[in-house]
């Protein structure tokens, strides 16, 4: 029995809330859970913050993405991953910048920004393949790449421990030792809110797409997206109030190159995904993001004034409306 269309719409609407919620607060609780496990068996706050909370952030999008490569949705996943890098990129910023200026610390100028740009510009050399026939719309991708991508992540992970002081940030302070039955507990509920949640939202991303004839990849883009990054919007709430910006923008970058090579690399262990050319816009988008915040210590000072604030949320709306007139 084929349901009434508002009906339809309301049901799928519904569901998908419920789905990204669960990613969100699924993610929250798998993170509380790994830090309380990680103060049980002994690990610095450095380490901590470097692997748990620094990957964490990034939960959801991984969740979704893993999901969507199992259910054969590879646009979902490559718009996941490059909207995500848009919003963390110029939306997240760009807010923060309305109500106080944004400090580029020395080891953001260093790491986690230039390594970015590299890993972006190297993955623009790899999917914009000028040997390939021009009728070709995409170039596929396989797990050797994804392979490569998680190589590079262990790499990232590597010069960030080596090179962060022992104040590496983490999020909450916890202090105690907990129970091993409630870290179980956290850890448990958190991953399969995680994979319910991926799961639920990537479907009905997919059915949306159906009912609205807007192509899953925007929606993916920018509904996902939005949603995913959450974590890294609390991250920016805390900053703004503890006035620490170089949290922020070291986070931002930290989780858009874990989504470019931990959630991409993980999908493409999973199945092959072709990247279509037009994508090249959105990664060309965050691209240009990262050299604007690199390059702005040459001619403001090491902090992006509040009078960028209308620039990055300008850019930011620039590319929804771009993504809604080419993909309806």
Known sequence: MELPLWLDWTITLILLIAGLSALVYGGDLFVHGAILFSR??????????????????????LASSVSASIQGYG???????????????????????????????????????????????????????????????????????????????????????????????????????APWPRIFLLTSVGLILLSGGGWLAVRQIAHLAQLSG?????????????????????VTIASVRRKASS???????????????????VSLLIQPIVFQKVYLVDLLVALAGALLILANPYFRGYYLPRAYAPIFLSVYAGYLIWLFLRYT
């Open 214 to 234: 807007i192509a899953s990849y925007a929606l993916s883009a920018v509904i996902l997206a939005v949603a995913t990054s959450l974590p890294e919007i609390s």
């Open 247 to 265: 949290i922020m923008l070291g986070n931002v970058f930290g989780s858009n190159f874990f989504n470019l090579s931990g959630v991409l690399g």
């Open 40 to 61: 049980r068996t002994g690990w610095s706050q450095r380490l901590t913050g470097l692997t748990i909370v620094a990957i964490g952030t990034s939960l959801p999008e």
């Open 75 to 177: 646009e979902v996943v490559v718009g996941n991953v490059l909207g995500s890098n848009v919003c963390n990129t110029f939306l997240i910023p760009g807010v923060a910048l309305l109500v106080m200026a944004l400090r580029v610390e020395s080891a953001v100028r260093r790491i986690e920004i230039p390594m970015f740009i590299g890993l972006s510009v190297l993955f623009l050399l790899v999917v914009s393949d000028p040997g390939r026939e021009q009728h070709v719309p995409g170039i596929p991708l396989y797990w050797n790449t994804g392979l490569i991508l998680l190589l590079i992540l262990a790499a990232f992970l590597y010069v960030l421990y080596q090179t962060a002081g022992k104040k590496a940030y983490i999020p909450e302070q916890v202090e105690e030792i």
